[in-house]
């Protein structure tokens, strides 16, 4: 199993134009939504908002993977998105996020869901990778670049 099975460049935003975590939450919603609109807007975002007070999904290092589990999504959806000036997300080690994996799941299928996640997490923990992802030029270059180390893990 790949990430690259559960998204494509036109799931991909470059350049985030969002400052808080609300409207980043809202912004990648929208980029979700833009392929999959049979999916409820408001179900989406309040399922990602009741997961952040649990605790922030900004896992340090300038990365968040916000994430929901909601009924009769069928096949996981995955979207990336970029902020080049790195957006307070209350991450754990209180630094601005900047790379944002995006993840919303079947309630059916959580073992799907853990492992897609750590895959995700395994991912962005290349330092390597990360320059690389805040480097790229645009959707097609950053799609590539995850393409190419998802496909080496």
Not at 17 to 32: A, F, N, R
Request: glycine share 8%; hydrophobic share 40%; proline share 3%.
């Amino acid at each position: 199993m790949r990430i690259g099975d559960y998204f494509s460049c036109y799931d991909i935003v470059p350049h985030l134009i969002s400052t808080t975590k609300k409207e980043v939450l809202e912004e990648l919603t929208e980029k979700l939504l833009a392929g999959h609109s049979e999916i409820d807007r408001d179900e989406v975002f309040r399922v990602l908002l009741e997961r952040e007070l649990l605790g922030s999904t900004g896992i340090g290092g300038g990365i968040a993977l916000p994430h929901a589990k909601l009924k009769h999504v069928g096949s996981p959806l995955v979207v990336f998105g970029r902020s080049t000036t790195g957006i307070a997300y209350d991450a754990l080690d209180g630094r601005p996020v900047k790379l944002f994996f995006l993840l919303v799941a079947d309630t059916d299928s959580v073992d799907l869901y853990l492992t897609l996640l750590a895959r995700i997490s395994r991912l962005l923990k290349d330092r390597v990778l990360r320059n690389r992802l805040l480097e790229a030029a645009d959707a097609n270059a950053l799609y590539e670049i995850i393409q190419e180390q998802d496909n080496r893990l």
